[in-house]
């Protein structure tokens, strides 16, 4: 089946560890984007790419982390440096050129 | 000024009514816009995508886009009470080739039985 997948999908984290979020599409999407969602609150941007080997930063990046060495990935790295980490992360991909994005179901992470 | 602006509501409508979502956005270059759906606990899904000024209709759903205004719009026909979820306007780069695609924060939709 075509699709993003992302994983896992509930994580918790000490305080003071990174921890890494898997973004995997099969569609053969260019564009890959990471956004933060919090309780009540709409999709901010942290990090998007539109090629491998390339990406930008969003809205709310301090504290992230992103590579895109494949296509077919784009894995995001909370850091420790994220003071309030805490929130639903969603991954997307698109065609690219002004085209829809896609959604995966979304990694639920927890500081404890 | 946030780049994409939507009523946060909530928006409560009877069943069988039509509801009316509102989206505004500050760049005036920008290429293309969404909608979206979201239950809560869930990630966002595509319901329209718009692209040129005018109406677009899909279903139950119409989408409007007004460039000169900077103003696009989605209608639900007919409410149905599975039509309660947050809605979720999207804008795509102003220059083709900009990919960063911003939200507005949301409007949450209730359809009254």
């Known amino acids: 089946d075509g699709g993003i997948t992302q994983s896992p999908k509930y994580l918790f984290r000490k305080e003071g560890q990174n921890v890494t979020l898997s973004c995997e599409q099969n569609l053969n999407h260019d564009a890959m984007y990471w956004y933060r969602q919090d309780p009540g609150q709409g999709l901010r941007l942290i990090y998007y790419s539109q090629i491998v080997n390339d990406f930008q930063k969003g809205d709310i990046a301090e504290g992230y982390s992103v590579s895109r060495e494949k296509k077919e990935s784009f894995p995001l790295t909370v850091t420790s440096a994220q003071k309030n980490p805490t929130a639903f992360y969603l991954c997307a991909s698109s065609m690219g050129e002004n085209t829809e994005a896609f959604f995966g179901q979304g990694t639920r992470l927890t500081v404890v | 000024q946030k780049e994409v602006e939507q009523n946060s509501g909530p928006l409560s409508v009877p069943e069988g009514a039509i509801a009316s979502l509102n989206c505004t956005y500050s760049?005036?270059?920008?290429?293309?816009f969404f909608w979206y759906r979201q239950y809560s606990g869930k990630s966002p899904e595509l319901i329209m995508s718009i692209y040129s000024n005018g109406d677009k209709e899909d279903g139950r759903f119409t989408a409007q886009l007004n460039k000169a205004s900077q103003y696009v719009s989605l209608l639900i026909r007919d409410s149905q009470p599975s039509d309660s979820a947050t809605y979720l306007c999207?804008?795509?780069?102003?220059?083709?080739?900009?990919?960063?695609?911003?939200f507005g924060t949301g409007t949450r939709l209730t359809i009254i039985p």
């Open positions: 760049d005036r270059g920008s290429q293309s």
């Open positions: 999207a804008v795509n780069g102003a220059n083709f080739g900009n990919e960063k695609l911003t």
